[in-house]
């Protein structure tokens, strides 16, 4: 594997499944294989899980960790070519890539939608252009349309729960104040429909995601309807993705928010959400504290997805 950046990099999900498995049983036992070789992780935007979680599983395989967060001490970058630098932006991307490169073997990159243009962040230009220019590979830490780490963190952690061979996952959009990117919801759908599982998203009406990653799921705008003989809730909030409203908050309807009533009409489904989360806008303190909550199971897995996919991309450098 020379990047990590959506579904189809990873290859055979159950192959995938089946050594996540295998690394959480001895999550040290790779432990030389990164030996002398280090991960340079950039932080484009903030983090808890993913900054722990891959940090976690690089030093685990033996790695050398750097992060740099670039808000924070570094230069202001500028991602577009051909502009007058003449504003507060001090070095450009294509000499950044290129340098920061020369320091490590492996990057992780967290650059979020900036949720203005919607062509512009579907290209996915930042981590495209660390793709291209660094010649290291490069892993997703949350680019604009895709959370690769967490959808695969998501899928081990059904896998653990599952008690049927097809379960019902529900995916429901929840109020939230703030505008937030498609990535986690793309990203889990992609994942999902790459399985063979009923799977069904649910959202008011104006909260289409783009068609590619909806795909073979089914669209149910009555969320009742939806959480019927569920045996997964994920919710995650996302502003619109329909023009005109591209990254707009359009409800911050809070009949939306997942609730105890809401979770009894399911088949005592699991809940789950990638975090952080806001209490009591995308899930009631009672769901989210019930002993069907897997939201820290589902961060502790964090770990082990970055662990198989930095193990993966160390083996590439051989
Ligand atoms: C981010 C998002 O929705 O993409 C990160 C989630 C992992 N969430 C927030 O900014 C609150
Ligand atoms: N779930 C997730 O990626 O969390 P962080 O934004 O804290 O990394």
């Known amino acids: 594997m020379k990047k990590f950046t959506c579904v189809e990099d990873i290859g055979d999900l159950r192959a995938a499944v089946a050594e996540a498995f295998e690394i959480k049983r001895d999550r040290f036992a790779y432990s030389e294989l990164g030996r002398n070789r280090t991960l340079l992780m950039i932080f484009f935007n903030s983090s808890l899980r993913t900054r722990l979680s ?11 960790v750097m992060v740099l967060d670039v808000n924070q001490g570094a230069w202001k970058l500028e991602t577009e070519r051909g502009v007058v630098m003449d504003g507060d932006k001090a070095e450009h991307l294509l000499e950044a890539i290129p340098v920061m490169a020369s320091y490590c073997d492996l990057i992780g990159v967290r650059s979020f939608a900036q ?8 290209e996915e230009r930042v981590i495209e252009q660390f793709i291209r220019y660094s010649g290291r590979p490069v892993f997703s830490m949350e680019a604009a349309t895709r959370h690769p780490l967490q959808s695969f963190a998501d899928l081990i952690t059904i896998e653990e729960h599952k008690t049927t061979e097809r379960p019902k996952i529900v995916m429901t959009w929840a109020p939230h104040p703030k505008a937030l990117p498609q990535a986690v919801p793309n990203s889990f759908a992609e994942w999902i429909n790459a399985t063979d599982y009923e799977f069904v998203i649910t959202h008011p009406e104006g909260y289409e995601l783009d068609p590619k990653f909806v795909g073979r799921a089914k669209v149910e705008y009555d969320q009742r309807k939806a959480f019927e003989g569920a045996d997964f809730i994920y919710a995650k909030n996302w502003s619109a993705y329909a023009d005109p409203n591209y990254g707009k908050v359009i409800s911050t309807d809070r009949d939306w928010t997942v609730d105890s009533e809401k979770m009894a009409l399911t088949n005592n489904a699991y809940f789950m959400h990638c975090l952080p989360v806001r209490r009591n806008m995308i899930v009631t303190d009672e769901v989210i504290e019930s002993e069907r909550s897997l939201v820290i199971p589902e961060a502790a897995n964090r770990e082990i997805s970055a662990e198989v996919v930095i193990k993966r991309l160390l083996e590439s450098l051989k």
């Open 54 to 64: 891959t940090q976690k599983a690089a030093m685990n395989l033996g790695m050398n």
């Open 115 to 122: 949720l203005k243009d919607k062509a512009e962040d579907y």
